[in-house]
Nanobody, 127 residues
């Protein structure tokens, strides 16, 4: 069983930056592909970014491309999301999740292909 804990969310002004972290524990023998999703009030959970198990592949939603960067440090069991030039529409609860290890990493934007989720961290961007 895998546990995920996100951190780093807070209130920030538009144009500012935040760095989110996601630490995994439990099933340490497996290195998962990982994703970040977000959910704003009254909206569905939306894909933000994903990264392959070795970091060789990264993918982004169009809305964050060029502003957000996903990375990972496998020795620390940690995935990061660096968010720059934040906008009010980035306000949401941000979740990290592990991609199913038995499936090809080609449905990275579909949250149903992710198995374990963290509790989320709130990001609020004021205008």
């Amino acid at each position: 069983q895998v546990q995920l804990v996100e951190s780093g969310g807070e209130l920030v002004q538009a144009g500012g930056s935040l760095s989110l972290s996601c630490v995994t524990s439990g099933r340490t023998g497996t290195i998962f592909a990982m994703g970040w999703f977000r959910q704003a009030p009254g909206k569905e959970r939306a894909f933000v970014a994903a990264i392959s198990w070795n970091g060789a592949e990264t993918y982004y939603a169009d809305s964050v491309k060029g502003r957000f960067t996903i990375s990972r440090h496998n020795a620390k069991n940690t995935v990061y999301l660096q968010m720059n030039n934040l906008k009010p529409e980035d306000t949401a609860v941000y979740y990290c999740a592990t991609y199913s290890p038995t499936l090809p990493f080609d449905r990275y934007s579909d949250y149903t292909f992710y198995d374990a989720w963290g509790q989320g961290t709130q990001v609020t961007v004021s205008s």
